[in-house]
């Protein structure tokens, strides 16, 4: 069956319109950046009457690519573009390529003197890497699509997922065969997907002097994801960590591939909140999924206990948060929690100018609601809300 993300109507809108922009696909891997722009070029393909000349190249391969190659391939397409009188160059994992920011506005801005009408995509795994450098080399000249996880509602559509299924196995389409194969599943996420993106995405365009304590840091997030852990209390639970300023660096790191980071406590000024102890959380639940399998526990031994089952269903929510989140622009919502002393919140939302006070409950119908209760009263102006038992029902939340 075949899915069309939500970027998908906008991406083709942009590539019709007269004026050149620079298209810029960016999210981590497996969430659909090629297979979208594949279905944008057939849409492009079959709503028009000449023929439309395309260039579609991938930078994937070991090690960084230089910057000769990218200009060869952007040389084939003006060849194409002057036979047809224009050109769709579609470059893939472009965060491969040294420089690539630089010789991009190079070649962008010939063609455009020259009045070339070579229309470029450029797709990259990791929002951060990809975006290294892009506002101030290619300022006015590009817009982004961002593709974050996929979420409840995709999965079940696609793959028939149940709640219970996305709750523990997350949102990676290509996995999603594999679920009834619990370890044959666990085995793909831990290969393909997570191993892949430490090694090709963080390690090879990141300074990362210790490789081990990256990967341990990502275990770690895994292991607490909705939960709050001090740096100082994260140095406990690794060996050779370094200092604080190193576990930052290394969250900040998997942030920007998209698998895991350290949301911030909200505090009502920006400049204090990076400073604050973070709330683990991981981008995708089947990250989790693949922890508690390492540790002996699939789908039915989790949900049969509910501390972890609990988690599960937290992280689940935080997850779907952050895949909202990671689609849009910077100033769109953006994702917190909240404590004082013993009263906790579980994610703070502001979005669009409200703020949301969300509590997610798994178990029994939950009574008094302190951190909630505290939160408001400090805040009159949050909108609370509880998800799951006692307040909106789970699957009708994801589904929105």
């Given at each position: 069956?075949?899915?069309?993300?939500e970027?998908?109507?906008?991406?083709v809108?942009?590539?019709?319109?007269?004026?050149?922009?620079?298209?810029?696909?960016?999210?981590?891997?497996?969430?659909?950046?090629t297979?979208?722009?594949?279905?944008?070029?057939?849409?492009?393909?079959?709503?028009?009457?000449?023929?439309?000349?395309?260039?579609?190249?991938?930078?994937?391969?070991?090690?960084?690519?230089?910057?000769?190659?990218?200009?060869?391939?952007?040389?084939?397409?003006r060849?194409?573009?002057?036979?047809?009188?224009?050109?769709?160059l579609?470059?893939?994992e472009?965060?491969?390529?040294?420089?690539?920011?630089?010789?991009?506005?190079?070649?962008?801005?010939?063609?455009?003197?020259?009045?070339?009408?070579?229309?470029?995509?450029?797709?990259?795994?990791?929002?951060?890497?990809?975006?290294?450098?892009?506002?101030?080399s290619?300022?006015?000249?590009?817009?982004?699509?961002?593709?974050?996880?996929?979420?409840?509602?995709?999965?079940?559509?696609?793959?028939?997922?149940?709640l219970?299924?996305?709750?523990?196995?997350g949102?990676?389409?290509?996995?999603?065969?594999?679920?009834?194969?619990?370890?044959?599943?666990?085995?793909?996420?831990?290969?393909a997907?997570?191993?892949t993106?430490?090694?090709?995405?963080?390690?090879?365009?990141?300074?990362?002097?210790?490789?081990?304590?990256?990967?341990?840091?990502?275990?770690?997030?895994?292991?607490?994801?909705g939960?709050?852990l001090?740096?100082?209390?994260?140095?406990?639970?690794?060996?050779?960590?370094?200092n604080?300023?190193?576990?930052?660096?290394?969250?900040?790191?998997?942030?920007?591939?998209?698998?895991?980071?350290?949301?911030?406590k909200?505090?009502?000024?920006?400049?204090?909140q990076?400073?604050?102890?973070?709330?683990?959380?991981?981008?995708?639940n089947?990250?989790?999924?693949?922890?508690?399998?390492?540790?002996?526990?699939?789908?039915?031994?989790?949900?049969?206990?509910?501390?972890?089952w609990g988690?599960?269903?937290?992280?689940?929510?935080?997850?779907?948060?952050?895949?909202?989140?990671?689609?849009?622009?910077?100033?769109?919502?953006?994702?917190?929690?909240?404590n004082?002393?013993?009263?906790?919140v579980?994610?703070?939302?502001?979005?669009g100018?409200?703020?949301?006070?969300?509590?997610?409950?798994?178990?029994?119908?939950?009574?008094?609601?302190?951190?909630?209760?505290?939160?408001?009263?400090?805040h009159?102006?949050?909108?609370?809300?509880?998800?799951?038992?006692?307040?909106?029902?789970?699957?009708?939340?994801?589904?929105?």
């Amino acid at each position: 069956m075949t899915i069309e993300r939500e970027a998908l109507t906008p991406l083709v809108a942009r590539l019709r319109e007269p004026r050149r922009f620079l298209q810029v696909v960016a999210g981590p891997r497996q969430v659909g950046k090629t297979t979208l722009v594949r279905q944008a070029l057939q849409i492009l393909k079959a709503s028009t009457s000449q023929p439309l000349a395309q260039h579609s190249v991938s930078a994937d391969g070991t090690g960084l690519i230089g910057r000769s190659w990218l200009s060869a391939q952007w040389e084939a397409a003006r060849v194409l573009a002057a036979q047809a009188g224009s050109c769709l160059l579609v470059i893939d994992e472009i965060q491969k390529v040294t420089d690539w920011t630089g010789e991009v506005k190079r070649l962008w801005d010939e063609d455009t003197a020259a009045l070339r009408d070579v229309r470029v995509v450029i797709l990259g795994s990791a929002p951060l890497l990809i975006a290294h450098g892009l506002s101030e080399s290619m300022t006015g000249r590009f817009e982004v699509t961002r593709l974050g996880h996929w979420r409840y509602a995709e999965m079940r559509q696609a793959f028939g997922l149940s709640l219970d299924e996305f709750i523990f196995f997350g949102g990676y389409p290509g996995a999603a065969p594999l679920i009834h194969d619990e370890q044959r599943w666990a085995a793909y996420v831990s290969d393909a997907l997570i191993e892949t993106t430490i090694s090709k995405d963080v390690l090879q365009l990141a300074p990362v002097q210790k490789p081990a304590l990256l990967r341990r840091v990502l275990d770690l997030a895994c292991a607490y994801s909705g939960q709050m852990l001090s740096y100082q209390k994260m140095l406990g639970q690794l060996d050779d960590a370094g200092n604080t300023t190193t576990l930052a660096h290394y969250l900040d790191l998997l942030e920007g591939a998209g698998m895991a980071c350290g949301l911030p406590k909200y505090m009502g000024q920006v400049v204090r909140q990076r400073a604050s102890s973070p709330k683990l959380q991981v981008y995708n639940n089947a990250l989790l999924g693949c922890h508690w399998l390492a540790q002996g526990l699939g789908l039915a031994q989790a949900q049969a206990r509910p501390e972890i089952w609990g988690r599960l269903v937290e992280s689940a929510v935080g997850a779907d948060l952050l895949a909202r989140q990671l689609k849009h622009s910077i100033g769109q919502p953006q994702v917190f929690y909240w404590n004082k002393g013993q009263k906790e919140v579980d994610y703070i939302l502001n979005a669009g100018g409200e703020l949301w006070a969300l509590e997610v409950k798994s178990g029994k119908a939950p009574g008094k609601l302190p951190g909630l209760d505290a939160f408001c009263n400090l805040h009159p102006e949050a909108r609370p809300l509880i998800v799951g038992s006692g307040g909106m029902d789970l699957e009708t939340w994801l589904m929105r």
